[in-house]
């Protein structure tokens, strides 16, 4: 199995302007998430995917392995999917640049139903994390995941859900943004887009994982340990940095 790792990056951001090229502790954010991939050794290839010539020409400098993509995309996933009609792959793995706290275990793990069964007719998988952070949970640029017990995908909100009602026992969960794709789902989500734009949950939440949902695709939700913090917005940014100092991390 031929698995290509794939970290969509873009400069233009109405949070964040040029995000991937912040500095985080002496490394910039989309340096820290691909020598991060890189060390996953299933990984065959691992590109950083972007349309702005600065993130491009830095990626060069530093040795980080880049493709030039359209800026006409509207999603990550879009991109995902123009690198898998330049390269050949039996799984494409979307690790979100804007994740610098993310390990290789956790990576790891959105590539695992594939390897261990692979006649399984899961097409997409994507990773959750329990929150545990109440700043998380009130957070909209944070999406919570609404799983069934086997763990397949029902829902996505950037509200703070399941609504306790009659019961404050609650688990909430937060998507982390590693996504594993077949081809046939990538091309789908592209050819979708294409015909009709965003699907209407998708447009409403604005979470690109409910295209696969309101589609019927099975959607797995693998339950990880990990502390990670996406980064949308500079205030994200510090809490970064501030964990990195905390816990005498590289």
Do not use: W
Not at 38 to 67: G, H, M, P, Q, S
Not at 137 to 146: A, H, M, R
Not at 177 to 195: M, N, Q
């Amino acid at each position: 199995m031929k698995i290509i790792a794939v970290i969509p990056a873009r400069y233009e951001s109405s949070r964040f302007q040029g995000k991937p090229l912040a500095e985080i502790c002496g490394k910039l954010m989309i340096e820290r998430v691909y020598l991060q991939a890189k060390k996953v050794k299933e990984f065959d290839e691992v590109y950083v995917a972007t349309d702005d010539e600065r993130i491009f020409a830095t990626c060069k400098e530093r040795n980080i392995n880049v493709l030039m993509t359209s800026s006409q995309h509207k999603t990550g996933t879009d991109r995902i999917g123009e690198v898998a009609e330049k390269i050949q792959g039996d799984l494409y793995v979307n690790i979100q640049g804007d994740e610098p706290l993310i390990e290789p275990a956790t990576i790891k793990k959105a590539i695992v139903p594939f390897l261990e069964n692979p006649d399984t007719d899961i097409e997409v998988t994507n990773l959750m994390t329990e929150i545990k952070d109440p700043v998380d949970l009130i957070n909209f640029t944070v999406p919570k995941v609404i799983a069934s017990k086997d763990g397949r995908g029902v829902y996505l909100t950037r509200s703070a859900a399941p609504f306790p009602k009659g019961n404050i026992d609650v688990k909430y969960y937060k998507q982390v943004c590693v996504y594993g794709f077949t081809p046939h789902a990538i091309k789908f989500y592209c050819e979708y887009g294409k015909k009709f734009g965003k699907a209407k949950i998708e447009s409403i939440e604005d979470i690109e994982i409910l295209r696969f949902i309101e589609n019927g695709f099975r959607v797995q939700y693998i339950e990880v340990e990990s502390q990670t913090i996406a980064v949308d917005t500079p205030n994200d940014l510090k809490r970064v940095i501030n964990y990195i100092q905390d816990n005498n991390l590289e």
